[in-house]
C-alpha cells in the first residue's frame, strides 16, 4: 500500500506529556473542533477500545489520557502492581487512530504539597466507598484535573464502574463543568467476564471462579424479567450463584436506586445490582441494571 | 453629546443570568478574545472598581459576576443581611465599561441535591479559617464553579481578602485550572479604612474605631522598617493600637508565612500581618505584607 493512503490520523497519533502543551492545544482546537476524551489508568483492552471508538463517532478529536491515579489506591491496595505497557498501549490507540495521548508525569500531576481534593459527599459513601475509603475523592480530584488539562467537550466513561459513572455526572452537574459525560456498556469476554485491566491478575482456576459473576448477575436479570421485585430475593440468588465455588469472598451485593445509591426492598421501576467480591487477591466489580423494559 | 461619541460599551453591557447562556457566551468569546475576570458578592464599592479596571487593562472582555454565596456563610453569620443592590451594581459596573455581568440565581447555582465541594487543606486551617469553619470550602467551591461558567483567561481578586487569594491560587495550582490569577492592592478609604462591603454596617462611632486597624498595620509596618523581626513584640504592639479605644474585639492577629500561612517567631525574608477583628457586631479583616524592601 501507497504512503498516499495511509491515513494521517495514524501517522500523526501525537504523544503529550506535559501539562501546560495539553491546555495550549486544546485551548486552540477547540476553536474548531469538538474534543472527545477518555481518561484510562493504561493497560488498556477491549472495553476501553469501545470508549474510544465511542469517542471518535462523537467528535472531531479524540484525546486518551494514560495516568495511574496514586490517590485513587487505598495504603493497601494494588497501586505498586498495578499493570503498565504504555508502549502496547499506544499501539492500540494507534490503531484505533486516536488523535493525542495525554501521558503525564506523576510528579507534575501531584507536586510535594499538593492539597486540593473534590468531594462528592453521599455517593461515595456507599457501595465500593465503604471499604475503599477516599477512593473516590481520589478519582474526582483526578477527573477534574485531567479535564482542566483537556479541556474537552465530552468525555466516555465505562458503566463497569458504575458508581465511579455516576459520582463524576454528579460532580460535573454540582461544579457546572461544561462536558458532556457519556456512559458506555461495559464490554464482556466471549465468556461473559467484564473486561478488565485486573484481570491479568487472575490465575487459570481464579478465571474460572470470576466467571460466576456475571453468571450471578443474568440469572438476577431472568428474576426480574419473570418479576421478581424483592430485592432480598434476588441477592439471596445472586449469593447461591457466587456461593457455588469456593474461594469468592463477597464483598457486597447490593441493589439500589441508581442515581443515589440508596438501598432498596423492592424495585420500583429502575435499580442498579452491583457486586464487589475477591478471588485470591484480586477485586472485581461488575453490575447490571434492572430496568422494566 | 450626540450619540455617536456614545462608547459601544457603555450601551452593550451584557446581563446574563443563566449558566448555560454564558457558558456558550464565554466559550465564543474566547475564540478571539482574552477574557478577564472579577468575582462579586455585588454592594461595590471603589475596591472593586479598581479590579474591574485591572482586568480591562489585562484583557478584551471582562466579565464580572455578582452572587452572594450562601455556602460560605456559616450558620450564625450575615447571609441574610449581606447588603444588596443589582441596580446601583450594575449602574457602577456600566461606568466601569464592563463587557458582561454575570447574576445567577441561586436555585441555579445550587440545586436541592447539591453535593460536590472542593477542599484546599491545611491552608484553611489557619487565621480566618479557624473561627469560620467551612467558609473556604465554601469559597472555592463558587469560584470553582464560577470559572467553569465563566471560562476566563485569568481572574482579579483583591488582596484584602488575602487568605482567599491564597487559597484561589492554590486551588488553581493544584488541580490546573488553566487561570491566571491576578492579586490587586487593596483600596482604602482617604482615612485608611479598607474597603469592604461590610463598612456599611458600621455606625459612626463604630467607623472611628475602625481607623484603629489600619494605624495598627501601619505601626508594625513602620516598626519592621526599622528592624524589628520578633513577631511576638510586633503582635504586642498592634494589639497596643487596637486597645486605644474600647469595643474592638480582636479575633486574631498573625504574622505569619505568606504561603503557608505557618507561624512564624522570626520575620525572614516576607510575612503577612494579618487582623480579624468585631467592632459592634461586624466582623472586619486587614492586612499588610511585612517585607524587605
Known amino acids: 500500500m501507497s504512503s498516499l493512503t495511509t491515513p494521517t490520523h495514524i501517522t500523526n497519533m501525537k504523544i503529550v506529556n506535559t501539562i501546560s502543551e495539553m491546555q495550549k492545544l486544546s485551548d486552540e ?11 484510562t489508568m493504561g493497560y488498556l ?9 465511542k469517542a471518535k463517532e462523537l467528535g472531531d478529536i479524540t484525546v486518551a489520557s494514560i495516568f495511574v491515579n496514586p490517590i485513587q489506591f ?35 500531576m501531584y ?63 454540582d461544579l457546572n463543568m461544561d462536558i458532556e459525560i457519556i456512559g458506555h456498556p461495559t464490554v464482556r469476554e466471549h465468556d461473559g467476564l467484564a473486561m478488565s485491566s485486573r484481570n491479568t491478575y487472575l490465575s487459570k482456576s481464579e478465571r474460572d ?15 426480574f424479567l419473570e418479576g421478581e421485585r424483592r430485592t432480598a430475593t434476588l441477592k439471596k440468588e445472586v449469593e447461591g450463584v457466587l456461593r457455588q465455588k469456593e474461594g469468592i469472598n463477597i464483598e457486597y451485593i447490593e441493589i439500589c436506586d441508581s442515581h443515589t445509591f440508596e438501598d432498596l426492598d423492592t424495585i420500583k421501576n429502575r435499580a442498579v445490582l452491583a457486586i464487589a467480591c475477591r478471588i485470591g487477591k484480586t477485586r472485581l466489580i461488575d453490575n447490571t441494571i434492572l430496568t422494566e423494559a
Chains 1, 2 share one sequence.
Open 29 to 39: 482546537l477547540r476553536k474548531t473542533k469538538r474534543i472527545g476524551f477518555v481518561p
Open 74 to 108: 487505598g495504603p493497601q491496595e494494588d497501586l505498586a502492581k498495578y499493570p503498565r505497557d504504555f508502549k502496547r498501549d499506544a499501539a492500540l490507540l494507534k490503531k484505533e487512530k486516536t488523535d493525542i495521548i495525554f501521558h503525564p508525569f506523576t510528579e507534575d
Open 209 to 223: 471462579k470470576a466467571l460466576l459473576i456475571n453468571r450471578s448477575l443474568k440469572k438476577a436479570e431472568r428474576l
Open 45 to 53: 483492552h477491549e472495553g476501553h477500545m469501545s470508549l474510544i471508538r
Open 111 to 173: 507536586s510535594h504539597d499538593f492539597s486540593t481534593y473534590v468531594e462528592v459527599e453521599r455517593l461515595e459513601d456507599f457501595l465500593c466507598g465503604k471499604t475503599r475509603a477516599g477512593h473516590f475523592v481520589g478519582v474526582a480530584t483526578v477527573v477534574t484535573k485531567l479535564f482542566n488539562i483537556v479541556k474537552p467537550h465530552f468525555a466516555v466513561f465505562g458503566q463497569k464502574d458504575f458508581q465511579q459513572l455516576v459520582i463524576i455526572e454528579k460532580m460535573v452537574r
